[in-house]
């Protein structure tokens, strides 16, 4: 099994900047991609940024290109999303998930880390 921890959530001023961190565990952890992920109340849970563990390809969706920075530390087993110029419509609870090779879906998912951004 895996287990994914979030940390790094909080309350921050628009503007402002964040740093998320995803510290993964267990024996079995070897993933093809590892993402990050959001939901807003009342929200579905939408994508927000991945990165190919290995090659360390990165993807985000339009909305926080340029402002946000997935990256990776191996040794650590620890993903990593930097979150700059915030703004309020990124509140939201952030996920991670990480997708095993020959897997279609994310199979495991951490409990989520909360991000308030006021105006």
């Known amino acids: 099994q895996v287990q994914l921890v979030e940390s790094g959530g909080g309350l921050v001023q628009a503007g402002g900047s964040l740093r998320l961190s995803c510290a993964a565990s267990?024996?079995?952890?070897?993933?093809?991609?590892m993402a990050w992920f959001r939901q807003a109340p009342g929200k579905e849970r939408d994508f927000v940024a991945s990165?190919?563990?290995?090659?360390?390809?990165?993807y985000y969706v339009g909305s926080v290109k340029g402002r946000f920075t997935i990256s990776k530390d191996i040794a650590k087993n620890t993903v990593y999303l930097e979150m700059n110029s915030l703004r309020p419509e990124d509140t939201a609870v952030y996920y991670c998930a990480s997708k095993s090779p020959d897997v279609y879906e994310y199979d495991y998912w951490g409990q989520g880390t909360q991000v308030t951004v006021s105006s």
């Open positions: 267990g024996r079995s952890f070897s993933p093809y991609l």
């Open positions: 990165i190919t563990w290995s090659g360390g390809m990165t």
